[in-house]
């Protein structure tokens, strides 16, 4: 055959396979549209002003009130109240932030300090984070605070990928460092690393409420270098068993990574048991997706390290 007539094929299959893929947002996933939230810490610590930003139809919320998602909106951040023995401290970590004609979310790692009448008293590391679901507030302990999380949201579709525009700062440092406010700075070995994380699984919850899941589909990255704005960055979805596939990255992929927790049946945020792989043809329950300024859990990471966010959906 003519090579002419094989490239003219060769494209008509291209555009054909184009015009049959659909690209579905999610619901504030344009980050176009932010709720300001006005909070007042305690005088026992300075009594400054913080502002809190959630993604949710655009108003202000003055007031030290326990936020709850708006308007149906799917996304929870690191952006929280906390209330500690009486004492009302913020961190904000995640930001709108211009581009274009609308706007964008920042998720930055930075160090958030605590001054009690002028001393230092506790100093962490917190990472900016963007997931499906929300936080229970206020969080009242910087020990395990990933209870108050509700992670992932109910879901049954088969997406064939997940798809945003990105851009990333890398800290530049060579090792990472853990605070928890608790002990002292201790170095993490290992350059920070922004993360993308892609979770469908099938959840069921036994008599105890423990919430156990079969992991049905998976897409994870990590970006490590720094980067201008990428536009439409598109990750597949891998579907079943995925050990013995090339692209198969324990540290972001293996069951049980991330230690999510999520909201029983009977209130109580418990973590999410992965048993295993489900078949590649089962149909999920739910689905997590996360974004992250920092790898290596809470208190981890480097300050500086920034992922930028915008347009983030899915692809059918």
């Known amino acids: 055959m003519n090579r002419y007539y094989v490239c003219i094929i060769c494209a008509m299959f291209a555009v054909s396979a184009m015009a049959q893929e659909k690209f579905e947002l999610f ?4 980050m176009d549209h932010w709720i ?56 904000t970590s995640v930001y709108p932030e ?3 004609s609308g706007k964008c979310a920042r998720l930055e790692t930075h160090i ?19 997931f499906l ?19 992932g949201v109910p879901f049954t579709k088969r997406p064939k990928a997940i798809r945003y525009d990105y851009k990333v700062k890398a800290s530049g440092a060579q090792d990472r460092i853990r605070m928890t406010g608790f002990s002292k700075k201790s170095v993490v070995k290992g350059k920070d690393a922004a993360i993308m994380v892609c979770f469908l699984q ?41 050990t013995k596939d090339s692209r198969y990255v324990p540290e972001l992929m293996a069951l049980g990574t991330g230690g999510y927790h999520a909201r029983n049946s009977k209130g109580e945020s418990v973590m999410i048991k992965e048993t295993g ?18 790898i290596g859990g809470a208190y981890v990471g480097s300050p500086g390290n ?11």
């Open 277 to 294: 792989w489900a078949d590649k043809d089962e149909t999920p329950t739910h689905l997590i997706v996360q974004f992250t300024s920092s």
């Open 98 to 100: 211009k581009r274009n």
């Open 112 to 130: 958030e300090s605590v001054k009690v009448l002028g001393m230092v008293n506790i100093t962490v590391l917190a990472s900016g984070s963007m």
């Open 27 to 30: 619901k504030y996933g344009d």
């Open 202 to 242: 099938k959840r069921t919850e036994d008599a105890e409420g423990n919430i156990i899941a079969k992991r049905i589909g998976t897409a994870a990255v990590k970006y490590t270098a720094s980067s201008d704005w990428v536009d439409g960055a598109t990750y597949e979805i891998m579907y079943g068993d995925i």
């Open 36 to 91: 300001t939230r006005r909070i007042e810490e305690s005088a026992i610590i300075g009594g400054n002003v913080k502002y809190l930003y959630e993604l949710g139809p655009e108003k202000k919320i003055d007031g030290n009130e326990p936020y709850v998602n708006q308007d149906g909106c799917p996304w929870g951040n690191s952006n929280i109240m906390a209330k500690v023995v009486g004492i009302v401290k913020t961190n």
């Open 133 to 151: 679901g929300d936080i229970k507030e206020p969080i009242t302990g910087t020990k395990d605070g990933e209870k108050a999380l509700n992670c």
């Open 306 to 316: 920034t992922l930028w966010l915008d347009n983030v959906g899915l692809v059918y």
